[in-house]
Structures are given as structure tokens and as C-alpha cells.
């Protein structure tokens, strides 16, 4: 009968623990599925890679950008996706992020299928649970359409002084 009771004590916990990591599993697969709908929803590239700068999530709006299926650019790397002296910059500018462990923001020029595209990304250390840099992230806008204008505005504002100091030398004249 005390065989009988320790078996049965010994299920009984292995029972609890065993639903313990059920409910673990649960809510990290929750968390999961909420960090994949953010992800997707946004309009901004979202991107991680691994150490040696493979891609290990890849979002729908960075597909959309670089005309290709998840399928196609996971386990890649930059090489997979952008021309050759591009891919070498995001590569080593991958690098320097890992080295420094510090979230760096810059505009990257890129060449995509739908043209010249201007980001400004926004590039940090990937920490595992431990602490420990396990490879980057980054969060990448389209900020093209603004540096057109912002470019179109500074064309018509050297104009305009142009104009003002053609003006002014008239006057004194």
C-alpha cells in the first residue's frame, strides 16, 4: 500500500508539472501569435537575423519591399536579396551593431525591385533570454516620397534666394 501511495504521489506531481509546462507552452505561443500579428500589421519592415546575418523573420511589408515570399529569404542573407555592393554595407553595418551592442538609426539607400528606395532603419542588438547578443533586429520606414520633397523644397528655396538677391541687386541699381 506505501508502494502504491509513492507510485501515485509520484504521478500525481508529475501530472502538475506536466500541466505546469502545458500552461508555460500556452502563453508563450500566445505571445507568439500576438508578436507575428503586430509584426504583419505594421507597414514598416520588420526583420531579424541570426549571427551570421541570415534571416530568421522576415514581415509581410519587407516582402512587399523586396518582391519576394518569406519562403524565399529566410536562411538567407543580404546577398539573397540586394545587389552585391549593397548587401556587403547591410552586412557590415550588421556587424557593427553586434560589435557595439547598440541600437543605431541611419538612412540606408536601397535598390528594390520597385526602384531607388530611401529607409530609415533602425537597427539593434537581438538579445537571447540569457543576455547574450544572438543577432539583430530592425525596424525599416520608406521615407522616399519625404527626401523627394524635402529635396524639391530645397531646389525652389535656391531658386527663390536667387530671385530675392536678383532683386535686391535690381533695387540698388
Known amino acids: 500500500i506505501a508502494n502504491t501511495g509513492i507510485i501515485l504521489l509520484r504521478q500525481h506531481t508529475q501530472l502538475q508539472i506536466a500541466e505546469q509546462v502545458r500552461h508555460s507552452q500556452a502563453g508563450r505561443l500566445q505571445a507568439l501569435q500576438l508578436l507575428s500579428a503586430i509584426a504583419d500589421s505594421s507597414e514598416d519592415a520588420i526583420f531579424a537575423k541570426d549571427k551570421e546575418g541570415k534571416y530568421i523573420l522576415f514581415n509581410r511589408a519587407a516582402c512587399q519591399f523586396v518582391g519576394k515570399p518569406p519562403e524565399e529569404i529566410l536562411g538567407q542573407d543580404d546577398l539573397a536579396i540586394f545587389p552585391p555592393g549593397q548587401a556587403q554595407m547591410l552586412m557590415e553595418l550588421g556587424r557593427q551593431v ?40 530592425g525596424i525599416s520606414r520608406d521615407i522616399t516620397d519625404f527626401k523627394r520633397a524635402e529635396a524639391g523644397l530645397q531646389e525652389r528655396e535656391g531658386l527663390f534666394r536667387a530671385l530675392v538677391e536678383q532683386s535686391l541687386a535690381g533695387i540698388y541699381i
Open 98 to 137: 553586434i560589435a557595439s551592442n547598440k541600437v543605431e538609426t541611419r538612412e540606408e539607400y536601397l535598390t528594390l525591385p520597385s526602384g531607388d528606395r530611401v529607409f530609415l532603419a533602425t537597427k539593434g542588438p537581438l538579445q537571447g533570454s540569457d543576455g547574450e547578443v544572438i543577432g539583430i533586429f
